[in-house]
């Protein structure tokens, strides 16, 4: 799977796919992630990508000239799957989004800054606006980090043991149960016996419990939907 990144800020997306699962997925070559720094693309001797906002108001908006200039030099190259912008009022990134992206072969990922980007370019090139919650980050590249960890950790190949990722909190609208390791006794907390048993069948019924417990306690929207009662 391919990721082509646009930003005004490389500097700040190198790091982090250039560690642990994601760099192993790279070194595998399962993913290839590809920053293309917008100013590269802007416009006049001051490579000015953004500019004031039409009818007023505090803030500046991302001009659409660079934007589609590199649009269409990536298009030229090859089809997108997708292309996302990351923005505050796109859709809530969800598990099923990132399973679904995860089986696409190139996306493209526009992220925003200051204000946003000028509508013409959501309309013309944008087919998925993510948003990662309902808070504002100073621009779209933390944003675009999550979507890439996300979904490139669910490619195929990608993680050592195959059923991890599917046992993963929200894969099937449950909390994953809580995990131990040795020792089996620290300083009197004891891991539950039954995990020490060997009855794998009673583990898996355990865990489901817990599960259960687990999400209906914290995640009273997750269970709902768990229980049919939510789209
Ligand atoms: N850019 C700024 N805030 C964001 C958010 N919450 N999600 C995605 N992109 C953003």
Avoid at 5 to 32: C, D, M, N, W, Y
Avoid at 78 to 92: F, K, Q, S, V
Wanted: proline share 5%; glycine share 8%; with cysteine.
């Amino acid at each position: 799977m391919r990721f082509d990144i646009i930003t005004v800020l490389p500097e700040l997306l190198e790091g982090p796919f250039s560690h642990s699962i994601l760099k192993r997925a790279q070194q595998k070559g399962l993913l290839e992630v590809h920053l293309h720094p917008l100013r590269d693309y802007a416009l006049g001797k001051h490579k000015q990508v953004d500019d004031y906002a039409f009818g007023g108001g505090a803030g500046m908006v991302m001009r659409v000239e660079p934007i589609a200039a590199c649009i269409e030099q990536l298009m030229a190259e090859r089809t997108y799957d997708a292309l996302i912008y990351t923005t505050p009022d796109g859709e809530r990134l969800e598990q099923t989004t990132c399973n679904r992206l995860s089986l696409m072969e190139n996306v493209l990922i526009l992220c925003g800054h200051y204000k946003g980007v000028d509508e013409r370019i959501r309309e013309k090139y944008i087919t998925h606006e993510i948003s990662i919650g309902d808070y504002v980050l100073s621009g779209g590249e933390l944003a675009a980090a999550i979507l890439v960890d996300a979904v490139g950790r669910l490619i195929p190949g990608v993680l050592n043991d195959e059923t991890s990722a599917l046992t993963d909190s929200f894969q099937d609208d449950l909390l994953a149960p809580p995990v131990y390791t040795r020792p089996a006794d620290w300083n009197g907390m004891k891991v539950p016996d039954i995990l020490l048993s060997g009855h794998d069948k009673n583990i898996e019924d355990w865990r489901h419990e817990q599960s259960v417990a687990r999400t209906k306690a914290r995640r009273p929207d997750l269970w709902a939907r768990y229980r049919g009662e939510l789209p």
